[in-house]
């Protein structure tokens, strides 16, 4: 359990005044799922997702996705060797236990589709042959806000492969004047030495995966998520995934927070990050899926 | 706030619901009104489909003014029943197309509620009422729809829970029904023009004023005996009574009142109950004679039973008649004068006639059968045909054309009595009735109109001669169809003569009855019969406000009973901490709304740190109960609940200023 504090204040070295968005992510980690940042460049997403992978110890591959990219630049390809006389398998970077797919959404849904499907399955077919991915595995990605020029967004069903979406935001005075006085985030980053092992992330998963979650805190969640599709202001309601999305990411959260047992502020505190890129608010009363979950955790009570 | 815009659905529905509640004024309204109306509705779903702007307020504006212009010209007043309606269905329909926001939509759901009272102003048949049900569920369900509005929800669910508030909403029904203070007449005193184009007996009678209305199949009166109906020649039910004759057309004036009823009676009375169809004259039907008056019923001169006012919604009333009786035996000679008097200069060949019978029999009775004989001898034809008669209308009928209606007969008949010096007068009225075995009734319709005729003889009085039957017995024992010759030309609807369509009818016409005696008959009288079973004599509006107010509270409470019965047991903790919470609302630190109990429990700790320490306490303890893996001991909420007790008591006490 220090080991992941651990983890969390390596992380807060580099990516200074984001305390609340690191714990977001360590938590996506701890409860299986995959993360997408996404915000405009230049504020630490990408710096986020190496320090991320750096600290705990897992290895780790970039992929920047262009609009050129093919599916076989990330998944691999088999090519014909003279020396052997036949095809070898070239892995791509997607064998990797840290994926960092940088900005998604600039390349097109065909080489989109070839990182997501292997996002689902753990594994990926080439010629054929399927061949597992290693464990664990996570894909950060990180996106642009979609109103950027050049840009393909991500089709509803495919964000919702994301466990949660978080947005970094600018730093405060305080965290952006330490930013500038400070050393060179990738010096920072080279420096970064890692705190876990794999095989702990693993244990931590299977212990968030104990964590209880009680009859009243599944009837609360039960109720956002009838509030979502039940009210009006909602463009679509949360889908039984998203609901066991927040059972995760609750579990992980309260994990985190050193527990065994999750209580109604741990799904308050993930619940933007794990719902906003799955709801659609309605009406020009709500601006944006942030304000949308706000809006979910307002209405619905505590049962 | 403003409200959000209203969907192409809600307003699909919502304009569908409304047309079905005004599709029945259809028929009413003039036509290019009716028209309009739909107009605009395509217009609305139009624009709606295509997505297009609505038309713009001024266009609105000329619109209604042209509306209400076209109204006042074809009404002549923008008041009174049909030409509000007329006003309301226009303004509904340009409602529709300034209709964008929810807002708009719920005014327009609550016009169409009003727009169901309406068709009530014109009928209030059982069938009006099923399909007026219908339009309430619809539009209820178009309110859902409004507020819903979302696409998942589908159009079943709304359907589904519209019935179950209008099914709760059932019991409220009944016990507005039973006990809501009924005023003597109509509540809101339906507008002048409510009983216009109301067919029935007239105050006069000329050739063809009878025979037009016994084509009609619609129901004059239903009549109830007590014990046993009297046999089809004696249900003479007596109307106007028609004195004065100018050569073509019998009339009568306003006769003077009776005080009592003069009536010699030699045999056994009958009683029954008449529920008579509004027909906009004061004439209540009666069996000759009515030897008693219902109440607020007065009797005029001849006999005949009037309502105070006219008979404007359908009227039950009690009475008793004697099948053998003697009127009038003492009659003034002014009075037979008058039944004596001939316009100078008509029908000579009756008149003459007349005179012959007078010669030939000397005394009344005689004089009588001598000129049923003569009708007799004649073989006058029965027709509802007759054909036209010139200026001696009664010399015609006699002598040439040879064949009349029941209205010939009697008219020729009392020209001849008075001729030969016989008192006699026309009286109009119904005769025989259906009687409908399902209801235990007699049906009496505008088809049984019948005109008769009565003599006054020497110690008898006046005596009823009808004669009809002189040429056509079948009239008075089988109806009007059965005294008509074979093959006439008599087009009757379906429901009268063939077999199964008519028991068919005759069904359909008690549970009408029914409907009428138990659903609309509900008047101020049956009220307080029902109060006075149930031991209540008291039946001021107060008391029945009084009631209707407790009996709806207690409906109500029974039905949120059910209701809260069916909830899932709250768990005890919740409770306990409920009660906790609402002790520290009481300080001003409610908990906000969708607040988990440790960040209120923080926030409490920030605002009051003197109780942050029972705060955490009771806190903590909640949260293992609601979210902790425990078990439960017997005493587990007996000790969180002591702890909460305590918490009211030892802490708030020492709050500080």
Redesign the interface.
């Known amino acids: 359990m220090n080991k992941i504090e651990t983890v969390a204040s390596e992380v807060r070295r580099i990516i200074l005044g984001k305390e609340r968005q690191i714990r977001l992510a360590l938590a996506c980690l701890i409860a299986r799922g995959h993360l997408l940042i996404e915000d405009v460049p230049g504020v630490g997403k990408t710096t986020l997702a190496h320090a991320l992978a750096g600290s705990l110890g897992l290895a780790f591959q970039r992929i920047q996705f262009t609009s050129d990219l093919l599916p076989a630049d990330v998944l691999g390809v088999a090519v014909y060797s003279s020396e052997h006389g036949k095809f070898a398998f070239h892995p791509g970077p997607i064998f990797s236990q840290v994926v960092l797919a940088d900005e998604v959404n600039r390349a097109t849904p065909k080489a989109q589709s070839a990182l997501l499907e292997a996002m689902e399955e753990h594994q990926v077919t080439i010629e054929g042959e399927t061949r597992r991915l290693p464990e664990p595995f996570f894909v950060i990605a990180t996106q642009n806000p979609s109103h950027q020029i050049g840009t393909f967004p991500l089709p509803e069903s495919q964000l919702d492969r994301f466990l949660m979406r978080i947005e970094l935001g600018y730093p405060n005075a305080e965290a952006e004047r330490a930013l500038l006085r400070g050393e060179d985030r990738r010096d920072l980053l080279e420096q970064l030495k890692p705190c876990m092992q794999p095989q702990e992330l693993l244990a931590l998963q299977r212990e968030a995966q104990q964590v209880?979650?009680?009859d009243?805190?599944l009837d609360y969640i039960q109720a956002l998520v009838n509030h979502s599709?039940?009210s009006?202001d909602f463009a679509g309601?949360l889908s039984p995934r998203a609901a066991l999305a927040l059972v995760h990411a609750t579990r992980a959260w309260a994990l985190l927070d050193a527990r065994?047992?999750?209580?109604?502020?741990d799904v308050?505190a993930i619940l933007p990050a794990v719902a906003s890129h799955r709801l659609h608010a309605?009406?020009d009363?709500v601006k944006g899926g942030a304000d949308a979950a706000a809006r979910l955790?307002?209405?619905?009570?505590?049962? | 706030m403003i409200s959000p815009a209203i969907s192409l659905r809600s307003t699909v529905w919502l304009t569908l619901a409304l047309a079905l509640v005004s599709a029945p004024h259809v028929m009413r309204l003039p036509w290019w009104l009716s028209g309009f109306a739909l107009l605009m509705c395509i217009w609305r779903l139009y624009l709606a489909r295509m997505r297009l702007e609505l038309p713009s307020r001024w266009l609105l504006m000329v619109m209604v003014a042209g509306g209400a212009a076209a109204i006042l010209l074809q009404y002549r007043t923008l008041f009174g029943r049909d030409a509000g309606v007329a006003l309301l269905v226009l303004m509904l329909s340009l409602k529709l197309l300034e209709t964008r926001t929810l807002r708009d939509g719920m005014v327009l759901a609550f016009i169409g509620y009003f727009l169901v009272i309406t068709n009530f102003l014109y009928t209030q048949s059982i069938a009006t009422a099923a399909y007026l049900l219908v339009c309430v569920w619809l539009i209820t369900a178009a309110m859902i729809n409004l507020q819903q509005r979302r696409e998942a929800a589908g159009y079943r669910t709304q359907l589904r829970t519209s019935a179950v508030l209008l099914a709760q909403s059932l019991p409220l029904m009944v016990v507005f029904f039973l006990f809501f203070p009924r005023v003597q007449g109509p509540l809101w005193g339906l507008p002048a023009d409510a009983f216009s184009g109301i067919s029935g007996l007239s105050d006069s009678m000329s050739p063809g004023t009878l025979n037009q209305l016994v084509l009609s199949d619609e129901v004059a009166f239903r009549a109830a005996f007590a014990d046993g109906a009297p046999a089809a020649s004696h249900r003479y039910w007596r109307g106007p009574v028609l004195l004065d004759f100018d050569g073509r057309t019998w009339t009568t004036t306003a006769r003077p009142l009776r005080n009592n009823i003069e009536l010699e009676r030699t045999a056994r009375a009958v009683r029954y109950t008449v529920t008579v169809e509004p027909h906009n004259r004061r004439w209540l039907f009666a069996l000759d004679m009515p030897g008693s008056l219902p109440e607020n019923a007065i009797i005029n001169a001849d006999y005949l039973m009037l309502s105070r006012t006219p008979v404007t919604s359908r009227l039950r009333y009690e009475v008793e008649s004697w099948l053998d009786y003697r009127i009038g035996a003492d009659a003034s000679p002014a009075a037979l004068n008058r039944a004596l008097a001939l316009p100078q200069g008509f029908n000579p060949r009756a008149v003459a006639l007349g005179r012959q019978l007078r010669a030939q029999y000397g005394n009344g009775p005689a004089i009588l059968d001598g000129a049923l004989r003569f009708l007799h001898q004649q073989k006058l034809l029965y027709t509802l045909q007759p054909p036209l008669l010139g200026l001696h209308g009664v010399d015609d009928f006699l002598f040439e054309t040879r064949s009349g209606f029941c209205e010939h007969f009697s008219s020729a008949f009392v020209v001849l009595m008075r001729a030969a010096g016989v008192p006699a007068r026309v009286v109009t009225g119904y005769l025989g009735g259906e009687y409908n075995p399902l209801g235990g009734y007699f049906i009496v319709r505008q088809s049984d109109a019948h005109a008769w005729a009565e003599v006054w003889l020497e110690n008898r009085g006046w005596v009823r001669v009808d004669p009809t039957n002189a040429v056509s017995p079948a009239r008075a024992e089988g109806g009007l169809a059965a005294a008509l010759p074979q093959g006439a030309n008599l087009t009757r609807s379906a429901f009268v003569t063939h077999p199964v369509l008519r028991q068919i009818g005759l069904t359909l016409d008690s549970i009408a009855n029914a409907w009428n005696q138990t659903i609309l008959g509900h008047n101020l009288e049956m009220q307080r019969a029902l109060l006075y079973r149930a031991g209540l004599d008291d039946t001021t509006w107060r008391t029945l406000a009084i009631l209707l107010i407790a009996a709806a509270l207690m409906v109500t409470a029974i039905l949120a009973l059910f209701t809260l019965r069916n909830r899932p047991q709250q768990d005890p903790a919740v409770v306990i901490y409920r009660a906790f919470c609402g002790k520290l609302a009481r300080a001003g630190l409610a908990p906000r709304e969708g607040e988990g109990p440790n960040d209120y429990a923080a926030r409490l700790a920030r605002a009051r740190p003197d109780i942050t320490s029972a705060v955490h306490a009771i806190t903590e303890r909640y949260v293992d109960l609601r979210y902790k893996k425990i078990s439960i001991k017997s005493d587990t909420y007996e000790n969180f609940a002591n702890a909460c007790d305590g918490f009211a008591c030892s802490t708030l006490a020492t709050r500080p200023a």
Do not use: D
């Open positions: 209880h979650t009680s009243a805190l599709r039940a009006a309601g065994t047992h999750a209580v109604p502020e308050q309605v009406g009363a955790l307002q209405r619905v009570a505590i049962p």
